[in-house]
């Protein structure tokens, strides 16, 4: 991402001093946000970084939070999950049809878009790898390991990452 960063501003510094650009930047950068989204998008499910609106759910019972958090993981990876379906229809199209970036680059389409579906795959897969083994924690009579698995980090446990990450400092 910070490369791509770079990369635009060199190229709007281009355009504006010299009148010249590099051809692309736009397109690599677009990559880059599409590639770097799909494949962190597991990594924040397993740090437990997505975002969601507590403002009442820290004052339900423990059964609710945790029914709660495993509705809004299974719409979340199911959400993903249609959207690599329909990926995958458009990667195939452009597999088939030879399509390519109508930039300077003339990159072969099917080639982002396969790494983009890889990463929503393996999104998909540690998902319910996720709900699962949360599934297996409350059958197992362990709710609060299952909360802790699902559930978003509170504030008290954000604080105090926080302070551990600023003592091993």
């Known amino acids: 991402m910070l490369a791509a960063a770079l990369l635009i501003g060199v190229d709007?510094?281009?355009?504006?001093?010299?009148?010249?650009?590099i051809g692309g930047a736009?397109?690599?950068?677009?990559?880059?946000?599409?590639?770097?989204?799909?494949?962190?998008?597991?990594a924040a499910l397993l740090d437990r970084a997505h975002i969601r609106i507590d403002s009442l759910y820290i004052h339900f019972p423990r059964w609710l939070r945790l029914a709660l958090d495993f509705f809004g993981i299974a719409l979340f990876v199911a959400f993903f999950g249609l959207i690599a379906r329909h990926?995958?229809?458009?990667?195939?199209?452009?597999?088939?049809?030879?399509?390519r970036s109508q930039s300077a680059l003339q990159t072969p389409t099917v080639i982002p878009q396969a790494i983009w579906l890889v990463g929503l795959a393996v999104f998909f897969l540690?998902?319910?790898?996720?709900?699962?083994?949360?599934?297996?924690?409350?059958?197992?009579?362990?709710?609060?390991?299952?909360?802790?698995?699902?559930?978003?980090r509170s504030a008290a446990e954000e604080v105090e990452q926080e302070i551990r990450e600023i003592r091993e400092r």
């Not at 736009?26 to 597991?42: I, N, V």
């Open 26 to 42: 736009d397109e690599l950068a677009g990559y880059a946000l599409a590639l770097g989204t799909a494949w962190s998008l597991g």
């Open 126 to 152: 540690v998902g319910m790898a996720l709900l699962a083994h949360a599934a297996v924690l409350v059958a197992r009579s362990k709710p609060a390991q299952a909360e802790k698995a699902i559930s978003t």
């Open 87 to 99: 990926g995958w229809s458009v990667a195939q199209q452009s597999w088939v049809s030879g399509t």
């Open 12 to 21: 709007v510094t281009l355009r504006k001093v010299l009148d010249a650009s």
